[in-house]
């Protein structure tokens, strides 16, 4: 069965520096990898995007090793407004082809 | 630039009964996707448009949920009759890029979160 893999929960302090890995072992060839972020109340915000190597924009970097069946999403000096879920979405092959794949979610929380 | 927006922002129905959600996409935007998270479970894909046609309906759990996107723009997620375990948060989604894959990036609306009784 075609799933992702991300852990539940994760605690840090502000000024840290968080890491958040995300396995995917059925991920497809051509497909990317992509980390969303989800405040309560609100629907998933694109973070960042990557295919393979390492990726950087203002927020966050991706980090995506050679095989590309996990990625880890690096988040500098946290802040408490960066308490939130984190989510990785994948394409991962299935019996019917490919299918658009959530991870379960990532809750961080940013303590003073 | 107005995002995606979905109506109602709640339901509360009775078991057996019919709601339609609705979801209007970026404003240019081919793709639109549904997805649904359950309490407790991942965030689950249900169905990918391109324009006004079905291009992955894979995820829908059964026939008692219909999507529809006439013309293109916005969309519907009706459920007839609903049952208890169609409670949960209905998240729309919509993209630009053609490739309707997990290469595009995805723009969120607020989600419906939907009780059935």
């Known amino acids: 069965l075609a799933k992702t893999t991300q852990p539940i929960s994760m605690d840090s302090y502000e000024g840290q520096e968080v890491n958040i890995t995300c396995s995917h072992n059925?991920?497809?060839?051509?497909?990317?990898i992509t980390w969303y972020q989800q405040f309560p109340s609100q629907g998933p915000r694109f973070i960042i995007q990557g295919y393979k190597t390492k990726v950087t924009n203002e927020v966050a970097s991706l980090f995506i090793p050679a095989d590309r069946k996990s990625s880890t999403l690096s988040l500098p000096r946290v802040s408490l407004s960066d308490t939130a879920v984190y989510y990785c979405l994948v394409g991962v092959f299935n019996q019917a082809g490919t299918a658009l794949i959530f991870g379960k979610g990532t809750t961080l929380s940013v303590s003073s | 630039e107005a995002g995606v927006t979905q109506f109602p922002s709640h339901s509360v129905i009775e078991k057996g009964q019919t709601v339609t959600l609705r979801c209007d996409p970026i404003?240019?935007?081919?793709?639109l996707y549904w997805y649904r998270r359950v309490m407790g479970k991942e965030i689950k894909f249900l169905l990918h448009f391109v324009k006004e046609s079905k291009q992955d309906e894979s995820g829908m759990p059964n026939n008692r949920f219909l999507a529809e996107r006439t013309g293109g723009t916005y969309s519907t997620l009706k459920v007839q009759p609903a049952e208890l375990e169609d409670s949960g948060v209905y998240f729309c989604?919509?993209?630009?890029?053609?490739?309707?894959?997990?290469?595009?990036?995805?723009?969120f609306g607020p989600g419906t979160r939907l009780t059935v009784l």
């Open positions: 989604a919509s993209s630009q890029d053609a490739a309707g894959t997990s290469t595009d990036t995805q723009y």
């Open positions: 404003s240019g935007h081919d793709n």
């Open positions: 059925n991920i497809a060839t051509n497909d990317y």
